[in-house]
């Protein structure tokens, strides 16, 4: 390398330094500001969580006797498309989260066998993503498969609303998620 080449890598590094040090020596004042500020934030915000748990234990008791059997914990008729298939495909990444919860869902209906030439018919409510690109379906089951299919089932993809309790079965060594479904509205 040239002498050139180096004493400007060098000027350039001692400007740095220059600049890096001498803004160690400048008032602080503002910086320790807005970190006490932030302190006092996340106080105040663990304070808030705190006494937000504390009501929450207290009514708890009150929540599961006031809550009715009809009441939904999930309610996906509400929200966008967009949001629905988000929260359909959490429903499939993280279904622990939800066995146990009342869940409410329209879309159109599908019916299917696993197996062709067999008797068992599997049921689903499709759900899409705004662009109708990306679909999921959620199995169902209506009063226990007590009904008897085609005859008491709608027509592929005849839109239907169902809610029922997220719930799982297993079956070929596998685990299954579905809807409980006391019943189908067809929209």
Request: proline share 2%; hydrophobic share 35%; net charge negative.
């Amino acid at each position: 390398m040239s002498i050139i080449v180096k004493k400007t890598i060098a000027s350039c590094i001692i400007l740095i330094l220059t600049m890096v040090m001498s803004a160690c020596g400048k008032d602080t004042s503002m910086v320790e500001e807005i970190a006490n500020k932030q302190d006092g934030t996340i106080q105040g915000t663990a304070e808030v969580e705190s006494n937000l748990q504390d009501n929450d234990e207290k009514n708890e008791t009150d929540i599961e006797e006031t809550k009715d059997i009809n009441d939904v914990d999930v309610d996906l008729t509400v929200l966008s498309s967009t949001m629905v298939y988000s929260e359909v495909y959490n429903m499939m990444v993280n279904p622990d989260v939800y066995l146990g919860k009342t869940i409410k869902v329209i879309g159109p209906y599908y019916a299917g066998q696993l197996v062709y030439g067999t008797e068992k018919y599997y049921h689903f409510v499709v759900i899409s993503d705004a662009t109708a690109c990306c679909q999921n379906g959620i199995e169902f089951i209506w009063d226990d498969n007590s009904h008897v299919y085609p005859d008491e089932y709608p027509k592929d993809n005849t839109v239907i609303e169902i809610t029922g309790v997220f719930s799982s079965y297993e079956e070929s060594g596998n685990t299954y998620y579905y809807l409980k479904a006391d019943g189908i509205t067809i929209k």
